[in-house]
């Protein structure tokens, strides 16, 4: 059974970088895509980009630029840093794996609140 | 970039209804269409992709139709579970986008 175990601060000052890794259990970092998604307060779903093979990732337009998805395949762990962070980027965010079957499964959800 | 359109925002239904969602793509995404319940509190969960392939262990009062540019998640008959915010996604190569979500309320 795969299993995605999220980690990472709840609060992050504005104008720093929003750090948060996720831990898989059950698969190989190396064998497949995997996304962060977040949803802000009272908004919908927003995918932020995808790691795959390891090494590659894509991001979304509007988070290309200040989103970098990447991993320790030793630890089987990746990671996303979001820099700059204001207001707008307080959500919960999520990781998950990122098949031609669909998002399956996700983290838990970390909820993080940019504030000073 | 290929939007999402989905439609209604908001869904007020009873147990028992038949309620469909509907979600239009931008532009053609063939088959590559996923569905997902969102319940505060919990991660979402897949409920079908390939547009209408049912994930295993969902009920089967769930059915995603749809091809193209239009697509379509059904409940049959709507249980007390079901009240959530449900999201379209389409995932074609090297994109991926949600809906802006549907609200099923009482």
């Known amino acids: 059974q795969v299993q995605l175990q999220q980690s990472g601060p709840g609060l992050v000052k504005p104008s720093e970088t929003l750090s948060l890794s996720c831990t898989v259990s059950?698969?190989?970092?190396?064998?497949?895509?995997w996304s962060w998604v977040r949803q802000p307060p009272g908004k919908g779903l927003e995918w932020i980009g995808y790691?795959?093979?390891?090494?590659?990732?894509t991001y979304s337009p509007s988070f290309r630029g200040r989103a970098t998805i990447s991993a320790d395949t030793s630890k089987n762990r990746f990671f996303l840093n979001l820099t700059s962070v204001t207001a707008a980027d307080t959500a919960i965010y999520y990781c998950?794996?990122?098949?031609?079957?669909?998002?399956?499964?996700w983290g838990q959800g970390t909820l993080v609140t940019v504030s000073s | 970039d290929i939007q999402m359109t989905q439609s209604p925002s908001t869904l007020s239904a009873s147990v028992g209804d038949r309620v469909s969602i509907t979600c239009r793509a931008s532009?053609?995404?063939?088959?590559?269409m996923a569905w997902y319940q969102h319940k505060p509190g919990k991660a979402p969960k897949l409920l079908i992709y390939?547009?209408?392939t049912l994930q295993s262990g969902v009920p089967s009062r769930f059915s995603g139709v749809g091809s193209g540019t239009d697509f379509t998640l059904t409940i049959s008959s709507l249980q007390p579970d079901d009240f959530a915010t449900y999201y379209c996604q389409r995932y074609t190569s090297f994109s991926r986008t949600f809906g802006q979500g549907t609200k099923v309320e009482i």
């Open positions: 059950g698969d190989s970092i190396g064998a497949s895509y």
């Open positions: 790691l795959f093979y390891s090494t590659a990732t």
């Open positions: 532009q053609s995404i063939g088959d590559w």
């Open positions: 998950a794996r990122d098949r031609d079957t669909g998002l399956d499964p």
């Open positions: 390939r547009a209408s």
